[in-house]
């Protein structure tokens, strides 16, 4: 009898701290899909905003603006649209190119995007082509933050299969490509984007 309580015990304290386990498992996973749930509502209200807690770009680039690759990337660079057919950097030819990598839950990338987009609407009309390339890997969370807080500038899916000469590590990273297709300005971090010298440099780059 004796022997029977203890491995009745043992079994009691086993099975309990299985379902402790499991229980801690599942909060853990529920907690984390409600955040990410969540997370692009909560940071929607950014993109209304003037960002002014982003520095301006004037404020912290470096001068020169030092060039990141000395060659062109690949023309056959894929770039996949939420919708329709796939865009090659090849097809931007001619144009000054500003990418930039985002995701819907990364508080800073939401900052900055009414900066971006007011330099995009300044420069619409140029020989410029903006692409907001989305890191996210549900396609329908990038869709819902969409619907929800409609943005300006073409947005393509992100992808791991990037040029080696753009190294991505964190986001927001932002990329400017002259005419050439050369990669010659890269910064990692929020800013605010709606800075003449900015418009300045683009536009000087657009005459090479």
């Known amino acids: 009898?004796?022997?029977?309580?203890?491995?009745?015990?043992?079994?009691?304290?086993?099975g309990a701290a299985i379902t402790m386990a499991v229980l801690?498992?599942?909060?853990?996973?529920?907690?984390r899909s409600i955040m990410?749930?969540?997370q692009p509502r909560l940071l929607q209200p950014l993109i209304h905003?003037?960002?002014?807690?982003?520095?301006?770009?004037?404020e912290i680039l470096p001068r020169p603006w030092v060039p990141e690759t000395s060659s062109r990337l690949h023309d056959d660079w894929r770039?996949?649209?939420?919708?329709?057919?796939?865009?090659?950097?090849?097809?931007?030819?001619?144009?000054?190119v500003f990418l930039n990598f985002w995701s819907t839950t990364c508080a800073p990338c939401i900052a900055e995007m009414p900066g971006?987009?007011?330099?995009?609407?300044s420069l619409k009309n140029e020989r410029v082509a903006f692409l907001m390339l989305a890191q996210d890997?549900?396609?329908q969370r990038i869709r819902e933050f969409l619907k929800a807080t409609p943005?300006?500038?073409?947005?393509?899916?992100?992808?791991?299969?990037?040029?080696?000469?753009?190294?991505?590590?964190?986001?927001?990273?932002?990329f400017i490509l002259d005419s050439n297709g050369r990669a010659v300005f890269r910064h990692v971090g929020g800013l605010n984007w709606d800075d003449e010298n900015v418009r300045k440099y683009i536009r000087s780059l657009e005459e090479r």
């Open 24 to 31: 801690e498992m599942w909060g853990s996973y529920l907690q």
């Open 137 to 139: 890997e549900d396609v």
């Open 36 to 38: 990410a749930a969540a």
């Open 151 to 174: 943005v300006k500038i073409p947005v393509y899916l992100g992808s791991k299969d990037l040029p080696k000469d753009l190294p991505v590590q964190g986001v927001p990273t932002a």
């Open 1 to 14: 009898m004796l022997v029977f309580k203890k491995d009745f015990l043992f079994g009691l304290v086993v």
């Open 79 to 96: 770039f996949r649209p939420l919708d329709g057919k796939p865009l090659t950097l090849a097809g931007l030819k001619g144009n000054v």
């Open 49 to 58: 905003g003037r960002s002014p807690q982003l520095p301006k770009t004037s």
């Open 116 to 121: 971006i987009e007011r330099l995009y609407d």
